[in-house]
């Protein structure tokens, strides 16, 4: 039986989504506990990975085993092991043919900034940019040139042997939204390479601070090659917010 859940966590006291030796990666806390549950090595796959650091809402992945029991059932077993930083919010049995990662079509993010110091329960959560003001319609000008089908090296990081060897994707949406203080950028797209939404962030509050330009920020995304121009924004305001599936 193929299972297909989602979850949540708080990124923060977290080595990341993917499993790790020291095991303190949200993977490493799932095994964990599913193989409690089960008494038996439940290994599963997610849709892909977030930094140390990074958040989600909507994270999804799979596992194989054998459930006689309602899932709400299994949901309450682990919720029962799991620490409060990470919730499962569904299970639910697929079909073999169903993958975490190769049967995604899309994924978005919400990368948060917060204008000023931010108080001490948003601070884990948003990137505050103490040097006020940023020009929000710059940025979005910016985003705008990003939105489509790119070759988006340039807004990439080095992944080692791991690295996606298709750098071009789909970006469909790159939207910033602002309430009182509060900046979110939205990213949506097809896929995303190794910190691309980072790049972004950092990228867009370097144009908002009139440190580049629209035109800059088109002009690095042809040359196709990281630059240190490009600054990549701090993992804790980035948001997995859903994965997308046919």
Known sequence: MRWKCICAYDGTDF???????????VQNYLERALSQIFDQPIQLQGSGRTD??????????????????????????LHSILPTSLKIHSVKQVSEDFHARFSVTGK?????????????????????????????????????????????SAYSASHGKDSDPNTVKTVTRLQIK????????????????YRMVRSFAGALHSVGR???????????????????RIVTAPAKGLFLDKVFYP
């Open 178 to 193: 602002q309430s009182g203080k509060h900046l979110r950028l939205d990213a949506e797209g097809s896929g995303f390479l």
């Open 210 to 228: 009139g440190q580049l330009s629209p035109a800059d920020i088109a002009e690095i995304l042809a040359s196709k090659e990281r630059t240190h």
């Open 15 to 25: 080595d990341g989504w993917q499993r790790q030796p020291g095991g303190e990666a």
């Open 108 to 152: 978005r993010y919400l990368y948060n900034y917060y204008l000023g110091r931010a108080d001490p329960i948003d601070d884990r959560y948003v990137w505050a940019c103490r040097d006020l003001p940023l020009d929000v319609e710059a940025m979005q000008a910016a985003a705008d040139i990003l939105v489509g089908t790119h070759d988006f």
């Open 52 to 77: 140390a650091g990074v958040h989600a809402r909507g994270q999804c992945f799979h596992f194989d085993a054998d459930w006689a029991h309602a899932p709400e059932k299994l949901i309450r077993a």
